[in-house]
């Protein structure tokens, strides 16, 4: 079976860095006329995802604003899901979750299983807990082709307290994430291909100041903020040796086009970014 | 209207501190003799609601248990949900959300919102992200009478890479969320009154060594590990000044009696427990 890893390489090499991020909060949903209810994310997500289909590799459904609906919200969220995937699109569920034991191997489960009713590529999980709370999801994730993107390092202010703190060998937080997971991935990583562990890094992180260093073996990067929160194209360069494996992020800056010119935005932006062969 | 805090301190004087969790995974389910499905969880869920009510003040339904079955275990949550606060339970949504900007408040709306489908009397929140992420959900909260309890300190060794760095004033993370959030609680919390905004902390977690100390305001504190993960009644002590507000959670304990039993072991496990007049 081949790797989320080399998936996503294959990805990037055929359609570029962009991912279109599937975020129907209520003012866009207003923007587009469709009601704030769970039949109006689904016909937002599944517009977005027909827009989006042979255009970009990549896309990253917000899975809250499909939550804000409760049960109904969600069967929306499997509907766009399915389709995404069936449209040949790489499927990662912004879903951040976290949890001890049990508890969070269920949320493993939940996203990554082949046949379940959220099955996606790829999965965002939160490291409060602890990078070895995340084994048996890593466990699932390998046995299946499937990917998980810790998160490393946001570029949010209000995030240092948590990620820019300082473990005893000195390193920050965000630093010793991707330093835990770098040495799982390379005793699970054949030579030459990238790793199905990812890390989501924010793309106006400044990564000296986050103590990072591009992950050994690469890994997918996953940089919300592209667009509208104000990284472009050109800031694919800040990742350094990580660049090639950045999947760039853009969400209102593609999503605020509306409906009517969404395939357009997409083509426009998917071209804006850097085509490399990852071969 | 009655915040949250004060609600918290009625249910424990009336009923004293167990909690009982609501944790259908796979290996409970087939104790039950139930399937493992979004049927399975919610005949387990409501089944647990019906011997509870009465018995206890607080119960907390584990989310990811539900999130595992899709959009079928989430209708099947809200029925448990619904159930639980008919029956006069006050309902703390264990889900540990935790994101940034518009995302985060998708999901302080999902849970706390009247009348949305997942509407609960609170919601446990992630802070990775940074305290501030919260403040739409800490404001929907305090608007409605709701609580959010934030990931403080968790007992098991992995997450002391994160809890237990060190932020530059040299308080650990953990300490540092507890005064973050309690100058918030000081700022909106009546004298004399328990607050609204709540802390997860591990009932095994040893305080000192993790640099907590009892919250000012009061406020309440959910401990999970109580019962089968190793904590005992008289372990309440340990928590000092913070014990009166503790709600001690007590999952596989209770429910490994089985649905026949269910009830009884609920009684028991709960007389365990001092009672305090909360006044």
Same mark, same amino acid.
């Not at 860095?17 to 209810?37: F, K, N, R, T, Y």
């Given at each position: 079976?081949?790797?989320?890893?080399?998936? *996503?390489?294959?990805?990037?090499?055929?359609?570029?860095?962009?991912?279109?991020?599937?975020?129907?909060?209520?003012?866009?949903?207003?923007?587009?006329?469709?009601?704030?209810?769970?039949?109006?994310?689904?016909?937002?997500?599944?517009?977005?995802?027909?827009?989006?289909?042979?255009?970009?590799?990549?896309?990253?459904?917000?899975?809250?604003?499909?939550?804000?609906?409760?049960?109904?919200?969600?069967? &929306?969220?499997?509907?766009?899901?399915?389709?995404?995937?069936?449209?040949?699109?790489?499927?990662?569920?912004?879903?951040?979750?976290?949890?001890?034991?049990?508890?969070?191997?269920?949320?493993?489960?939940?996203?990554? /299983?082949?046949?379940?009713?959220?099955?996606?590529?790829?999965?965002?999980?939160?490291?409060?807990?602890?990078?070895?709370?995340?084994?048996?999801?890593?466990?699932?994730?390998?046995?299946?082709?499937?990917?998980?993107?810790?998160?490393?390092?946001?570029?949010?202010?209000?995030?240092?307290?948590?990620?820019?703190?300082?473990?005893?060998?000195?390193?920050?937080?965000?630093?010793?994430?991707?330093?835990?997971?770098?040495?799982?991935?390379?005793?699970?990583?054949?030579?030459?291909?990238?790793?199905?562990?990812?890390?989501? *890094?924010?793309?106006? *992180?400044?990564?000296?100041?986050?103590?990072?260093?591009?992950?050994?073996?690469?890994?997918?990067?996953?940089?919300?903020?592209?667009?509208?929160?104000?990284?472009?194209?050109?800031?694919?360069?800040?990742?350094?040796? &990580?660049?090639? /494996?950045?999947?760039?992020?853009?969400?209102?800056?593609?999503?605020?086009?509306?409906?009517?010119?969404?395939?357009?935005?997409?083509?426009?932006?998917?071209?804006?970014?850097?085509?490399?062969?990852?071969?």
């Amino acid at each position: 079976m081949t790797g989320f890893g080399e998936r *996503v390489r294959a990805a990037l090499t055929e359609r570029g860095p962009l991912c279109v991020g599937i975020d129907p909060h209520e003012q866009l949903l207003a923007e587009w006329g469709l009601p704030a209810s769970a039949a109006g994310v689904r016909e937002f997500g599944l517009r977005t995802v027909d827009a989006a289909a042979g255009r970009v590799g990549v896309v990253k459904p917000q899975v809250s604003f499909f939550e804000r609906w409760g049960s109904a919200g969600f069967a &929306a969220l499997e509907e766009v899901i399915a389709a995404a995937r069936s449209a040949g699109l790489l499927v990662i569920a912004d879903a951040k979750r976290g949890d001890i034991g049990s508890t969070m191997d269920a949320y493993g489960d939940a996203w990554l /299983t082949p046949g379940a009713p959220l099955e996606a590529d790829a999965v965002t999980a939160n490291p409060f807990l602890g990078v070895g709370t995340l084994e048996h999801t890593f466990d699932l994730a390998e046995q299946h082709g499937k990917g998980v993107f810790v998160l490393a390092a946001t570029s949010n202010a209000d995030a240092f307290t948590s990620q820019r703190a300082l473990v005893p060998s000195g390193r920050t937080v965000s630093a010793e994430i991707v330093a835990e997971v770098s040495a799982r991935n390379a005793a699970h990583t054949p030579d030459g291909q990238w790793a199905s562990l990812g890390f989501v *890094v924010g793309a106006t *992180v400044a990564w000296e100041d986050a103590g990072l260093i591009a992950p050994v073996p690469p890994a997918p990067i996953l940089a919300p903020g592209f667009g509208f929160q104000g990284a472009q194209a050109e800031h694919l360069g800040r990742y350094g040796a &990580a660049a090639p /494996t950045v999947i760039a992020s853009e969400s209102r800056s593609i999503l605020a086009a509306g409906p009517a010119d969404l395939a357009a935005r997409i083509s426009e932006r998917a071209a804006s970014y850097p085509r490399t062969a990852h071969v």
